[in-house]
């Protein structure tokens, strides 16, 4: 199978499934049925997906359309016909599940009593596959029914972590593997800045003018004027299963007829009078075998759990004070004690603690190794500073006492004395390799820089670098100002430097230039512009770890297109907007 085929007259490329999509209408004309008939194509093709179901209508996938044979081999966890059950802690477990297991699934939250449960298994839902497939890329489709509920344009104070993940998820999943379909009847209650990152609209009827104003401006931005007035005449008209669908990859942009399912619809409008159609027969899942995948993940998650662990060494110290004998208690006998010897299961699970105690220790060393570096910058701001306060007091020893005002003042003007004129300048050949990067790096910046952003621009070590410094220092090439080293007028002469754009093209250079660590990390922070963001919600956006998080911002100080507030957060420089 080639092609997704969603239409008697449009089929969508196998890629479609990395890529992000909305499904945008008004209740019972079609929102879930057509991503069921995704879905059902994905499942033809091999490929896998997993749906957040709010509401409770997935689970029709495993029967065929008349209920009377198998359909697809769909695991349903969680509400009336799930093969396993949801609990609302389960978040982490069933990401690792889905990412471990490749199959096809649906996440039934019907029976969650809470909005406080939905938000706390979606949350950890979305982090955890986030994080595991940032280790492990690979194809994954994930459909977000009633999308509002995990993207909400208003947003609960408990669910910014949610928001967080899933919002990451549609602007970068898409490097990892996943794509995602966000499907909602009240497009206005979608968080708009996830909303319009999407790159396929598939509209169908629409009458609310409230709703119907996110799926226009959808169009404004990604569409023409002629595209725009044809969906706005028509959107309140379109027949039940009828879509417009627009496509910014492929630039399609038609209405189509949804074509008929061939699984059972469970998200049929009841008739009235009418006894519901039960199906009978459903698709066969091997419960048993699911059920040992499920424990292994559960007993895995749990083992990679700090607080899990923690809880583990509170109860052993427990169990220890109460197994303690008191004073009257004290055996003066000799009991000979049988001692097992250890299983390879216990040897195994003290392995894993070994290899995550291991783990946590490295992670100290990047610590350790940050806190030395920030030291190190320090060390050498105030040597420079004493070379420097050095320099100055050996030139006024060597400068004679003024003139009284009674004498005649000398003809020349006064010039500012240059301790650097005993060494010879030769600026008519090119400079060594070395020498001409670390000139350069000092010629983007007319404020110069310090040694220790030198360290990072350049990748040079220390001793590299102030070898390097020494050497431009003798030709007349820079100059220190307390701290800082700048280019001279005979330094300019000895590189050619094309300067930094401005404003947008600066934004745009640096996002070129940068690692991806560091370029995911500023992209965040120029979304938030101006505003300043905490450290923390750089970890639930990126996934990435504190001490490396730290690295990278560190690196952009250094580079100057990062700031620190008086508060600690951090904000991409003003001179970017310049």
Known sequence: M??????????????????????????????????????????????????HDPTGVWWGLTSSADGKSEGLPVIVIGGPHGHIPLEPSAGKVIANLVVD????????????????????????????LYRRKQRKPSALHLFLDEADMFVPQKLPKTAKPMLDAYDAIVRRGGVY???????????????????????????????????????????????????????????????????????????????IQIRTRETFNSSATPKPGAKPIEPKVFAAIDIQSLGEEIAATVERSKQEDPEFLRRQIDQLKRDLVNKQPGPAEVRTEIERVEVPVITPDQLQVLEEHVEKIQRVTQEF???????????????????????????????ARKTPPPVPARVTAVTEPIRRA??????????????????????????????????????????????????????????????????????????QGLVQVTPLPTGEELRAHWLQELPQGERAVLEILFDAYPNDIDREDIDHRTGYSRSTRNTYIQRMLAKEIVTVTSAGRIKASDHLYQ
């Open 418 to 491: 240059q301790h650097r004129v005993e060494f010879p300048t030769d600026v008519s050949g090119t400079l060594p390799e070395g020498e001409n990067k670390v000139l350069s790096m000092i010629a983007q910046y007319p404020n110069g820089v310090t040694p220790q952003q030198l360290t990072v621009l350049t990748g040079y070590r220390r001793s590299t670098r102030n070898t390097y410094l020494q050497r431009l220092s003798q030709k007349g090439a820079i100059e220190k100002r307390g701290n800082r080293i700048l280019i001279t007028d005979s330094g």
């Open 101 to 128: 297991h490749p199959g096809w699934y649906v996440i039934d939250y019907s029976r969650f009593d809470h909005r406080a449960d939905e938000i706390r298994f979606a949350a950890d839902f979305g982090v955890q």
């Open 365 to 395: 060393r990047e610590i350790r190794l940050d806190i030395e570096k920030l030291f190190n910058g320090k060390i050498d701001g105030l040597n420079t500073s004493a070379l420097a306060l050095s320099a100055a007091i050996e030139m």
């Open 2 to 51: 080639k092609n997704l085929h969603i239409s008697n007259d449009l089929s969508l490329p196998l890629e479609a499934v990395t890529n992000t999509h909305l499904i945008l209408a008004r209740r019972r004309v079609g929102k879930s049925y057509t991503a069921a008939v995704m879905a059902e194509e994905m499942v033809k093709a091999g490929l896998p997906w997993v749906a």
């Open 177 to 255: 593997g996943l794509g995602v379909t966000l499907i909602s009847q009240r497009p206005a209650l979608v968080n708009t800045d996830v909303r319009t990152q999407c790159e396929t609209l598939i509209a169908l009827q629409t009458t609310a003018p409230l709703d119907q104003d996110p799926i226009l401006d959808w169009v404004s931005r990604n569409g023409t004027e002629e595209q725009l007035r044809e969906i706005k005449r028509t959107l309140a008209s379109l027949k039940v299963g009828e879509a417009w669908f627009f496509s910014t990859n492929s630039d399609v942009f038609k209405k």
